[in-house]
């Protein structure tokens, strides 16, 4: 599925009910815990303990957790959660019917100053078949690697500025992943009005989403 080096490997379950047992996490949440997972393996640790590459500046280890699902689909809060409960940076293999789609988060350091991460943006592959799934572990330490996963995953979608680092880049990203959101709201909104004026108004902030999308490209 993820080949990585032998001294890597973890390989422990987690009951899925540790991430939230002594959380204010809401029923809902609960509920979905146990109807879309099946089970939670601890799989791998990237750290330079177990590969030959040095710490980084922010990112001392990579934990590389396998969600086996009930379902092909896994609610992104769940995620969050795992993510916002280890404190180190994950790597997520979700796992359904021999198939794999591997994600992961851009985790900065929280502004509580309490060591722990903010889960922000996600990047994922598609569903592989699991022989299929090929990552490359590039760096020469655990900031570099950590970026390197999130590229592979995010392909065209991060652009570097000149100046810019990876942080700039997933910013840029969500910008433009809110103006597309809002664009696609707007035009089923046109689509659908029937009055001539809100359809004239409704166009003009079309537009000006549309220019807004088209400078944040040339920014």
């Not at 996490?25 to 939670?40: D, G």
């Not at 909104?189 to 549309?210: G, P, T, W």
């Amino acid at each position: 599925m993820l080949e990585l080096p032998p001294g890597t490997a973890f390989n422990r379950r987690i009951p899925k009910q540790k991430f939230y047992e002594n959380l204010s996490v809401s029923a809902e949440l609960k509920r979905l815990f146990v109807e879309q997972i099946n089970v939670i393996y601890w799989r791998n640790k990237i750290a330079p303990t177990t590969v030959n590459i040095a710490a980084g500046e922010n990112i001392s280890e990579i934990e590389v957790i396998e969600i086996r699902l009930n379902q092909s689909e896994l609610d992104k809060r769940i995620l969050q959660l795992i993510d916002r409960g280890i404190p180190y940076h994950i790597l997520f293999l979700l796992t359904y019917k021999e198939q794999v789609q591997a994600w992961i988060g851009y985790k900065e350091l929280s502004q509580s100053g309490k060591s722990a991460f903010k889960p922000g943006t996600y990047y994922n592959t598609e569903w592989l078949p699991m022989n299929e799934l090929s990552l490359r572990l590039d760096g020469l330490n655990m900031d570099a690697v950590y970026e390197g996963f999130i590229r592979q995953f995010a392909k065209d979608r991060l652009e570097d500025k000149p100046g810019g680092d990876l942080k700039d880049a997933v910013v840029l990203d969500e910008r433009r992943q809110k103006l597309l959101r809002e664009i696609a709201i707007l035009e089923n909104k046109v689509y659908r009005e029937k009055q001539f004026n809100i359809q004239v108004a409704l166009n003009a902030d079309l537009k000006r989403l549309k220019q807004e999308m088209e400078h944040s490209c040339k920014s």
